[in-house]
Structures are given as structure tokens and as C-alpha cells.
């Protein structure tokens, strides 16, 4: 079974502060996403990874960084957390074969911003 | 704006009855659209697929019919149970393996 595992369930920081959503992979898979879901908006792709150091935007990174130095892990950076930030983050792999491929999602980590 | 329109937001169907949840695209590149099905406290993970070479898609009482020349697509649940209760996403894709997520669809089955 993929299993993908966030770092924290749940995460209260203050406006301003540097805050790190970690994710884990098992599955030796090339892909990785970050999304956010907020009520009403679904989710909404903040960065992706195809490869080892290697990461594109997606529809939503204003506010955010990633990093990716080993291929099961995959970091979110919110370099200055603010109020609007506060949502479900939802991290997801996928093996390298396309569009097609299932993408295996954490359980997330529900961020809230002060 | 949302390139993957879904709706209704909510639903409500007694045990037994079926579900219909509608999605909406306007990129003609797409060519895969999953479903997604969330219970509250997990992620997201996938429920059923269709390629737009086909108009529908069945496994078990999950339904996807599809319309290509309206650009819509539809999820079914037949014979809903409780444990069907969720949050449904539409997705589509083109190029690549990036999703576009429509807005969701909370379904409730009473019992």
C-alpha cells in the first residue's frame, strides 16, 4: 500500500512566522504535489515536483517556496505565514507515467494562522 | 476562476436513492477525468476514471457518464448507503500530471 504521511495533523502559528509542511512518500515515486483545499474552491495545486531538486508553480504559490533534496520527501515553506494561509494543506505523489497516474494523498495538515 | 465547475456543493439522498454530482470543464486539452472521494480526516483518493473515448465508465454502483460535445461530465452513486456519506471531487487533466480539482460536492446519506 502508498502510504504518504504529513508531519502534523494540525499547526497553529502566528502571522510572520516561517512555517515547514513535511511530507513523506514510500513508494519511490517521481511525482509530488502540494495543494491547498479550502471550502467551496476544492483543491488547488501550490507547487509540484517531477524530480530531485526539481519543482514548478502551480496555480496558487504566491506566498510559498518548496524543497525536494531526497525523492520521498517534500517540503512546503510559507516564509512569512499570514492569516489568508490558514487552510488544509494536502500533500500527494504519483508515480512518473502521466496524466493518468493515480496521485496518493496524505491525510493533511490543517494550518491555522493568528 | 474555476476551469473545472462542480456542483451542487451539498447533497442530501435517503439510503437507496442516487446520487448525481455535475462537473463542467472548459479546456478541450483535457483528455483524464478522475473522481475523487474524501472521508472527513483523510486525504483525497480515487474513485473512478474515464478517458473521453468512452461515454461511460461503471464499477460497482459508481457511475461516470461523459459528454464531450457539452464538455460535462457526472458521477452517479446508485443504491447510496451511509458509508457512501463524503466529499466528491471531479478532476480533469491534460498534458502532463497536473489535476485541476472542481469545488467539491458534500454527499449526506440518511439512513
Known amino acids: 500500500d502508498v502510504k504518504v504521511t504529513q508531519s502534523s495533523r494540525y499547526l497553529v502559528k502566528r502571522t510572520g512566522e516561517k512555517v515547514f509542511l513535511e511530507c513523506v512518500q514510500d513508494?519511490?515515486?517521481?511525482?509530488m504535489f502540494w495543494y491547498r483545499q479550502d471550502p467551496g474552491l476544492g483543491l488547488r495545486l501550490i507547487y509540484f515536483s517531477y524530480d530531485v531538486k526539481m519543482k514548478e508553480k502551480g496555480d496558487i504559490p504566491e506566498g510559498y517556496s518548496v524543497s525536494r533534496e531526497k525523492k520521498e520527501r517534500f517540503s512546503l515553506i510559507l516564509e512569512s505565514a499570514s492569516t489568508n494561509q490558514t487552510s488544509m494543506y494536502l500533500c500527494?505523489?504519483?508515480?512518473?507515467?502521466?496524466?493518468?497516474?493515480?496521485?496518493?494523498f496524505g491525510p493533511g495538515t490543517r494550518l491555522l494562522v493568528l | 476562476q474555476q476551469q473545472v465547475k462542480q456542483s451542487p456543493q451539498s447533497l442530501i439522498v435517503q439510503k437507496g436513492g442516487i446520487s448525481i454530482i455535475n462537473c463542467a470543464y472548459e479546456?478541450?486539452?483535457?483528455?483524464?477525468f478522475p473522481w475523487y472521494q474524501q472521508f472527513p480526516g483523510k486525504g483525497p483518493a480515487l474513485l473512478i476514471a474515464?478517458?473521453?473515448?468512452?461515454s461511460e465508465k461503471k464499477e460497482g454502483r459508481f457511475t461516470i457518464s461523459f459528454n464531450k460535445s457539452a464538455k460535462q461530465f457526472s458521477l452517479h452513486i446508485m443504491d447510496s448507503q451511509p458509508g457512501d456519506s463524503a466529499t466528491y471531487f471531479c478532476a480533469a487533466s491534460g498534458a502532463g500530471n497536473k489535476l485541476t480539482f472542481g469545488g467539491g460536492t458534500r454527499v449526506l446519506v440518511k439512513p
Open positions: 513508494m519511490d515515486h517521481e511525482n
Open positions: 479546456n478541450t486539452a483535457f483528455d483524464y
Open positions: 500527494a505523489s504519483s508515480s512518473g507515467g502521466g496524466a493518468v497516474e493515480t496521485q496518493y
Open positions: 474515464i478517458r473521453p473515448d468512452v
